[in-house]
Every structure is written in structure tokens, then in C-alpha cells.
């Protein structure tokens, strides 16, 4: 009996609501005395730190992750138009990251937070669990090789042949051959840029997560 090699790429993806929302706030703060920026900025980082900290439960939430750095201090020496230095300008800042399972809060903490003197809201992240992450990969990697034994079968049938029989899969590139090695399964993030000018009633719309996956696949067909 003849046999035919088939070699095929199969794919899927999917877009599911995201779960968690992680926000970057930074805190930064300038002027020409160094003790003053340096206590301004860390009197703004305490207030963020606290309204953090109240919220926080790695399990109930609504913040369920959150982190910091320490503060940073550098001076700039700027020079004016005639090529003249100026006195110098100190700065100070820190970072914080905060993970929410409540958007609703998050929009709350955003609008208060904004206040704050030197806060510069950067971010949000948007994010599934890892539980869910773990679940909905298993899921997609199963509908592209599901894909990919379609594609085979719709090759073998031109050719006159009834019978596929898998015989490799393998993430993209692993079936030594010259089949393009991007791909595999992957999770895109979706972002979302905040500005501070005006936080006076935050209204989010979470974006949903895409989920792909990208298998390659040998069959013998006959």
C-alpha cells in the first residue's frame, strides 16, 4: 500500500475576559533642595504604600499582589539657552505595582490615588489567573492540533487517500525540518496607558486576553 507524508502546521487562538488587573504607579518628585524632594516623595510613597496595604488580601483582595522599590535619588545640572549651568534640580522617585481581582475597586483606588502629590499613574495590565492560564492553554494547544489533523485530511483526500495516521507533534521548528520555529502556545497581555490629568471618575473596560497555540504535525496518509 502507497504512503504519503504530510507535514502541516495547525493553529488556534482564543480571547477570554480578563481576570486580574495589575496598575504601575509611580511616585516622582522634583525641586532644588535635595532633603525636601527626597521627604515630599516619601511622604507621597507612605500615603500609597497605606492605601495599598488596606486593601490587600492575597486571597479576598481586592488587591491580591503588590510591590515596590526604593527611592531613587539623581540631580540634574540643567544649562540655559546662552550656555549657562543652572542651580541644580534634585529628583527622587519610586515605583509601585499593585494586582486587583476587583475592577471596581481598582477604579476607586485610581481616583484617590491621583490626588496624591507627585503620583503619576502609568499602566494597567490585564491578566487571567494562573489556574485559568493553565486551563484555557491546555484547551487551545488541543484545538491546533485538531487543526492541524483537519488541514491532513483535507490533503490526503486530494490525493485520493482515506487514512491519516499521526506520527510527530511538536511545537513549531522541533520536527527538523525547515518549518518556521515561532510560534508554540503563548498568552498576550493586554495594556492599557492612564493618564492623570483628569481622574475624577475612572471608568474601565477590561480587555480580553488572547490565548494561541502553534503546533506542527507529521502524518502518513494512505
Known sequence: MTETT????????????????????????????????????????????ASITDLHSPDQGPITWWSSDRVTV??????NQEGK??????????????????????????????????????????ALTEARKTSVTAEVRSRAVRDALDKAKVFAQSIGLSTVRAVAIADPGMLGDSTSASGGAGMYKSEMRLASADMSSVVLKPEDIEVSATVDARFVAS
Do not use: N
Not at 541644580?88 to 481616583?111: G, M, N, Q, T, Y
Open 6 to 49: 504530510i507535514t502541516v502546521q495547525g493553529s488556534f487562538s482564543s480571547w477570554y475576559p480578563a481576570e486580574r488587573a495589575t496598575v504601575q504607579v509611580d511616585v516622582s518628585l522634583e525641586g532644588p533642595d535635595r532633603e525636601q524632594v527626597v521627604r515630599a516623595t516619601t511622604l507621597s510613597a507612605d500615603a500609597v504604600r
Open 74 to 79: 539623581w540631580v540634574e545640572k540643567p544649562w
Open 85 to 126: 549651568q543652572l542651580p541644580p534640580v534634585f529628583h527622587a522617585s519610586i515605583s509601585f505595582r499593585a494586582k486587583f481581582k476587583d475592577f471596581d475597586a481598582l477604579a476607586r483606588w485610581i481616583e484617590s490615588t491621583a490626588t496624591i502629590e507627585g503620583v503619576q499613574l502609568g499602566h494597567i495590565e490585564w
